[in-house]
């Protein structure tokens, strides 16, 4: 993401720089803002290990803004005796009290020399007043924007950076079944990439991803089944094409819709307990969420279509493909088409 200067809400304007993670740099107050919190993490890392190579002598002060007491700021930002740098990280600033308000906002008139105060804002209105005056250019700042990485081309694009940083080779496939496997966890993802770079030496290839994740891969086919059950057709349908792409087999994803709706069809209009009915607890509580807005009749067609699926996937059908497709369509609509 390239440097910008953004309108804010209301007649608020950003004067400062807005950057990217990876881009972060030194400047005398650095607000993190941003729901992503590994990549806010990272950030915050790099710019710590970036000053403290610069001057081993930094000294890292923490501070917690939700149970800030009044003259804490001041008090870690005083020059020392030998005047050493100060990295003052302060975490939860969505959450901070009405004396770090005050007090970081005096401060931001005249920020102390050869200090870095760096504010953590997971999100939300509290500090606005804050918030403002920092975008406004008070601090002479900067602002990193880590805002959690939604679609799966974030994702994809993330973990091809982090394989280009690492000067290593993947190929398009097998970074295709290493995201759909971590989809769900940036940090996880990020774990799995430096764990490929660190125990392979050639090129990383889907066969390489299915020796060490193959298990995580084959959860895709749950993915394609929840949202398929969650009524959201389309985003199944893309889970499907993901599932397919990176060497899943279409008799386990539908054995994973079969494990689904068998529980639900045991579920259904029956009040025994877990433990009666022959499953976790979570188990139950989970089918119970999946039944909402099902009928009888619904779940009948949906048994049928379930039976069909799993006669096209294992050589019934010319397509395989299309009898899972079809299934999806039958579930997302519980029943009724």
């Not at 710590?48 to 803004?65: N, Y």
């Not at 939700?66 to 005796?81: K, M, N, Q, R």
């Not at 007043?129 to 939604?150: M, T």
Request: hydrophobic share 45%.
């Amino acid at each position: 993401m390239a440097t910008r200067t953004t309108p804010a809400r209301g007649k608020s304007t950003v004067a400062i720089p807005q950057l990217a993670w990876n881009q972060v740099r030194p400047a005398p107050v650095v607000l993190v803002s941003g729901t992503e919190g590994f990549l806010a993490d990272r950030a915050i890392r790099r710019l710590r290990d970036f000053l403290k190579g610069e001057d081993p002598s930094m000294e890292v002060v923490d501070l917690d803004a939700d149970s800030y007491a009044a003259g804490e700021l001041l008090t870690v930002a005083s020059p020392s005796l030998f005047m050493e740098p100060r990295f003052i990280r302060v975490n939860s600033v969505e959450k901070c009290t009405d004396a770090f308000i005050t007090e970081t906002l005096s401060y931001l008139e005249d920020p102390a020399e050869n200090t870095y105060l760096v504010l953590r804002h997971n999100g939300g209105v509290r500090g606005k007043k804050l918030l403002d005056a920092l975008r406004g250019g008070l601090g002479g700042g900067i602002e990193v924007v880590c805002a959690e990485l939604k679609k799966d081309a974030e994702k994809y694009d993330f973990a091809v950076n982090e394989f280009k940083a690492g000067a290593r080779r993947i190929t398009p496939g097998a970074l295709r079944a290493l995201v759909g496997a971590f989809s769900d966890d940036l940090a996880e993802l990020a774990s799995a990439c430096q764990q490929l770079m660190d125990d392979t030496s050639n090129e990383i290839n889907e066969s390489t991803v299915e020796r060490y994740y193959g298990g995580r891969v084959e959860s895709n086919a749950f993915k394609v089944a929840d949202a398929a059950l969650a009524g959201r057709r389309g985003d199944a349908l893309v889970s499907l094409r993901h599932a397919l792409d990176s060497g899943a087999d279409p008799v386990p994803i539908v054995a994973a819709f079969a494990m689904k709706v068998r529980t639900m069809a045991k579920v259904a209009g029956n009040r025994a307990s877990a433990a009666e009915l022959g499953m976790a607890p979570w188990m139950l509580d989970r089918a119970r969420k999946d039944l909402a807005g099902w009928n009888e009749d619904g779940l009948a067609r949906a048994i049928e279509a379930l039976a069909e699926a799993d006669a096209g996937v294992k050589g019934a059908s010319r397509d395989p493909v299309y009898a899972i497709e079809r299934l999806i369509g039958v579930i997302a609509a519980r029943g009724r088409l």
